[in-house]
T-cell receptor, first 111, second 112 residues
Framework: GENVEQHPSTLSVQEGDSAVIKCTYS??????FPWYKQELGKRPQLIID?????GEKKDQRIAVTLNKTAKHFSLHITETQPEDSAVYFC??????????FGAGTILRVKS | DTAVSQTPKYLVTQMGNDKSIKCEQN?????MYWYKQDSKKFLKIMFS???????INETVPNRFSPKSPDKAHLNLHINSLELGDSAVYFC???????????FGQGTRLTVV
């Protein structure tokens, strides 16, 4: 089955700095790559996603890049703010109609 | 209006009991899921239902059984609860396999 690895497991940045989280996957047939943000005690919510026919997608301060050849994709957050502090999950949709999540990254933005 | 709602939000129960968690979505989605999030925050899929048909059944104990009375509902029934079942359980739904999954608010189950 699909194997998704997410790094780092924790990330601390100073307010205003950038944060990058990376995920690698194993199934080359995977074609949908969402990122979810989960605030403390809340549900995971989609923040951005990318499909396999696109290499990069941006939405204000967040962006996702996809390298299908190397089978990895990354979340980039610029100008981080304290409210960006949360757990971030990458996910991959391989053949079989099932989202497989990475282990999560705890992001702490220090003001 | 809440898109995906699950009840209860908190559930504390003794070992050996049987309990159910209910989930409803008003988005008209075809696929619903149950995920388990353990203390390390890892999200693992348990079940997936598409148009009332079970399409994925991960290697979860058969004490866990999903029940879908209609396309908008996917309930989770757990028999003979064990301490290790303590976790947050999330219901989710999506229109199809290639679109965003919307999560419910979660049910924190504590088995004592």
């Amino acid at each position: 089955g699909e194997n998704v690895e997410q790094h780092p497991s924790t990330l601390s940045v100073q307010e205003g700095d950038s944060a990058v989280i990376k995920c690698t996957y194993s199934d080359s047939a995977s074609n949908y790559f969402p990122w979810y943000k989960q605030e403390l005690g809340k549900r995971p919510q989609l923040i951005i996603d990318i499909r396999s026919n696109v290499g990069e997608k941006k939405d204000q301060r967040i962006a996702v890049t996809l390298n299908k050849t190397a089978k990895h994709f990354s979340l980039h957050i610029t100008e981080t703010q304290p409210e960006d502090s949360a757990v971030y999950f990458c996910a991959v949709l391989p053949y079989g109609n099932k989202l497989v999540f990475g282990a999560g990254t705890i992001l702490r933005v220090k003001s | 209006d809440t898109a995906v709602s699950q009840t209860p939000k908190y559930l504390v129960t003794q070992m050996g009991n049987d309990k159910s968690i209910k989930c409803e979505q008003n988005l008209g989605h075809d696929t619903m899921y149950w995920y388990k999030q353990d203390s390390k925050k890892f999200l693992k899929i348990m079940f997936s239902y598409n148009n009332k048909e079970l399409i994925i059944n991960e290697t979860v104990p058969n004490r866990f059984s999903p029940k879908s009375p209609d396309k908008a509902h996917l309930n989770l029934h757990i028999n003979s609860l064990e301490l290790g079942d303590s976790a947050v359980y999330f219901c989710a739904s999506s229109q199809d396999s290639n679109t965003e999954a919307f999560f419910g608010q979660g049910t924190r189950l504590t088995v004592v």
